[in-house]
Every structure is written in C-alpha cells, then in structure tokens.
C-alpha cells in the first residue's frame, strides 16, 4: 500500500555535503511526523532528526548546526541537508514516516513505516 524510499547516499570527503531524500507513495491520505536514523556498523539505529506536519524540528546534539532536516507536504517528501561531514557521520540512513493509509473506501490505518536505508560514507 506504500512505499517510502531513500536517495540520496554516497562517499564523501571530511567537510563535504550530500543531501538524502526520502518519498513516499501509495494510498496515502496524510503523513504525521517524518524522521532520518542512522545505523553505524556493530551499533544500534539512532535518532538524527525529525520534522512534524508542521515544520517543527528536532536534532540529535551530534548533527545540530551540520544537518538540516526539511520536508515537501506536496510531494510526500522528507530531506536530510548534511554539510561539515564528519567521519563519524558514515552509517546507513534510514527515513522514517507515520503514515495514514487508505486500505477501502471506509478503512485507514495510520502505520510505522521504513525506507531500505541509503549509505553514506565520509572518508578521506
């Protein structure tokens, strides 16, 4: 019924930029909150950001200043703008979506999606 993907990823050198963006589709009625995670291998998946229907934003201390998360209403959309990489920053990145789907004409569901991850790698 939806999808959510990610691109976006790549290598990058110390200091550099990439912007990751995440879309999701399908029998979508309204999307609530939006956020980004990342994975570090041998780690557990942790919160970066995250943007209400609203525009309200929230970091986690280690990107803030460096990352800037945004979103598309229109577009069902949700970017990440990262600059300064760090090293530190490589991991996989995850959006994540609260999604209110149409299942019938007379059943939706608001559900915890996940995108498939999109790499990125800070590397000298």
């Known amino acids: 019924q939806v999808q959510v993907v990610e691109s976006g990823g790549g290598s990058v050198q110390p200091g550099g930029s990439l912007r990751l963006s995440c879309a999701a589709s399908?029998?979508?009625?309204?999307?609530?909150?939006m956020g980004w995670y990342r994975q570090a291998p041998g780690k557990q998946r942790d919160l970066v950001a995250t943007?209400?229907?609203?525009?309200?934003?929230t970091y986690a201390d280690s990107v803030k200043g460096r990352f800037t998360i945004s979103r598309d209403n229109a577009k069902n959309t949700v970017y990440l703008q990262m600059n300064s990489l760090k090293p530190e920053d490589t991991a996989v990145y995850y959006c994540n979506a609260d999604i209110n789907a149409r299942y019938s004409s007379s059943y939706y569901r608001i559900d915890n999606y996940w995108g498939q991850g999109t790499q990125v790698t800070v590397s000298s």
């Open positions: 943007i209400t229907s609203g525009g309200t934003s």
């Open positions: 399908g029998s979508i009625v309204s999307i609530y909150a």
